[in-house]
């Protein structure tokens, strides 16, 4: 199990490291095309309501209820129950996501003056941000379809990965970036708004996903007809899980989504220095974070079904000893090359220094919460797998309340980058919590070894960090270098420093042992 872990961990990164990077040059086309202005605030938008509902429907609460219910069907060695599990989930499931997705498209207007009521009241009152609502409630009309795709492809997913066929789903978000590089060279030019372009770009991206998933669901036997089937016992099961996990596990989501709405309020180019910040952060998190939480809740539901607390615990505990070895050092690199990485990246065509400047300031601010919101990502499978949802909910509402109390406070003294510090310790709350639950359920504690690993690495870390600060030029020098030298420049110090990172952990220790489960 140990080796099979690691080896499904290292396959989950490897396709999701492709995705990331696919999804950074579609940031950079983005970026170039658009820059931080008001037109890209409108696609981002537009862009991110379908994507939160997306962590519900989808990724988030369904995955997190479906896979320990499906795990346990399969346990079970009846085929053909597992099928008709799978066909009433996913005809349950698409008849209600058909009806979001109707109401999204339909009522685009209400859902635009929800989530963007500075613009609203603008529209209202004939103010400068008019347009951006007209605009915004167009544009969720072709990016909302892309919630019914994806949710399929959510499904079809968490099948293959409860089957142990991870590099497929992980492979799969590859697309979307395809399709949206794609529409930003050869559908936005065309277009008198290149923002229309790139939401047909998400549209197309959502279709692409889900018609490459269909052969390799079929060929593992479970391409099924969908079937109607509420009161199926597995899908009750699963819905009952499925409902507090729509929140609990979504806070982070619906937290950002509160970011954007105060957002709306602020000057024009927040929304976006928000998000282009939030890429960044998001290329860690999906790399390390999401691919080992992908990886452990599949076989944290089996050791539950199996009634094997002392494994269940050790995966547990391996999945922590990841993200920490992971986690803190991107955490620290973030924060450090925060305005190199993001010139590097996006400082061309529309967006120029002093975009930079300020997405670096809510970079900080997001990347101080990274080791959280990966221990989040890993410590929630502990409840999932047991199917105990509601335990993360009562979490959720508590970090929830602290982030509009976060929001209140900083937002009003920093502005954007007090929603990104707001953010950031709300994460922190809902991460402490998590784990004070495992540890009074005696779920789960932190072992000696993890304990004494953690050290290793923040003085691992420290001289990483100090590495950095020693051969970082100024920002001055940074905007006077070519693209080409600055690139190296930045690469040659993210080599030295990860460098430096492990054979300073070799230095104190570090040995293979430590990347195994013990269970």
């Known amino acids: 199990m140990s080796k099979r872990l690691l080896r499904s961990g290292v396959v989950v990164s490897s396709m999701t490291l492709v995705s990331r990077v696919l999804g950074l040059v579609r940031d950079v086309v983005i970026a170039n095309l658009m820059g931080a202005g008001a037109t890209a605030d409108v696609f981002f938008f537009a862009n991110k309501i379908p994507n939160f509902l997306r962590r519900l429907f989808a990724e988030g609460a369904f995955s997190q209820a479906f896979v320990p219910v499906l795990t346990e069907y399969h346990a079970s060695g009846d085929m053909n129950k597992t099928r008709e599990l799978i066909a009433r989930a996913s005809g349950t499931l698409g008849v209600i996501v058909t009806v979001v997705t109707l109401i999204g498209v339909l009522g685009s207007g209400v859902i635009t003056a929800l989530f963007g009521f500075g613009w609203f009241l603008d529209w209202l009152n004939d103010g400068p941000a008019a347009p951006k609502f007209e605009l915004a409630s167009f544009l969720l009309k072709i990016t909302f379809p892309y919630l019914w795709f994806i949710t399929f492809v959510a499904l079809s997913g968490a099948i293959l990965n409860t089957l142990g066929r991870f590099a497929v789903s992980s492979f799969t978000p590859v697309f979307l970036n395809l399709t949206m590089i794609a529409a930003a060279i050869w559908i936005s030019p065309q277009l008198s708004h ?64 509160f970011d954007t709405f105060i957002a709306s309020f602020l000057a024009s180019g927040s929304i976006s220095w928000l998000y282009y910040s939030d890429r960044l952060l998001e290329f860690p998190l999906g790399l390390f974070g999401i691919a080992i939480a992908t990886v452990i809740l599949p076989a944290l539901s089996r050791k539950h079904v199996d009634s094997t607390p002392e494994s269940f615990a050790a995966t547990m505990d391996w999945g922590v000893r990841m993200v920490l070895l992971l986690g803190v050092p991107a955490m620290v690199g973030l924060m450090v090359l925060a305005k190199p990485m993001l010139m590097v ?122 590495g950095l600060w020693w051969g970082m030029p100024a920002f001055e020098e940074w905007v006077a270098m070519s693209f080409t030298f600055r690139a190296l420049w930045l690469a040659g110090l993210i080599g030295a420093g990860a460098l430096a990172y492990l054979v300073s952990l070799v230095i104190l220790g570090l040995r293979g042992h430590h990347l195994r489960a013990r269970g």
Request: glycine share 8%.
């Open 345 to 466: 990246l996006f400082m061309r065509g529309e967006f120029g220094a002093d975009d930079v400047h300020r997405a670096s300031l809510s970079l900080l601010a997001y990347a101080s919460g990274l080791l959280n919101f990966m221990l989040i990502k890993v410590l929630a499978p502990g409840y999932f797998a047991r199917q105990d949802t509601k335990t993360p909910v009562k979490f959720g509402i508590v970090a929830m309340v602290c982030n509009m109390v976060f929001n209140a406070i900083f937002a009003s003294m920093f502005g954007y980058v007090g929603l990104a510090m707001a953010t950031a310790l709300s994460a922190l709350v809902n991460a402490v919590l998590l784990y004070r639950g495992l540890h009074l359920q005696q779920v789960y504690q932190l072992s000696r070894e993890t304990i004494v690993f953690f050290f290793k690495i923040v003085a691992s870390v420290a001289v990483m960090a100090a």
């Open 194 to 257: 290149p923002e229309i372009g790139l939401a047909i770009g998400v549209f197309l991206g959502g279709l692409v996903q889900f018609l490459f998933q269909v052969p390799f669901l079929a060929k593992q036997g479970f391409l099924v007809m969908p079937k109607w089937g509420w009161n199926d016992p597995g899908v009750t099961k699963i819905r009952t899980l499925m409902i507090p996990a729509m929140f609990g596990v979504s806070v982070s989501q619906i937290n950002l989504l």
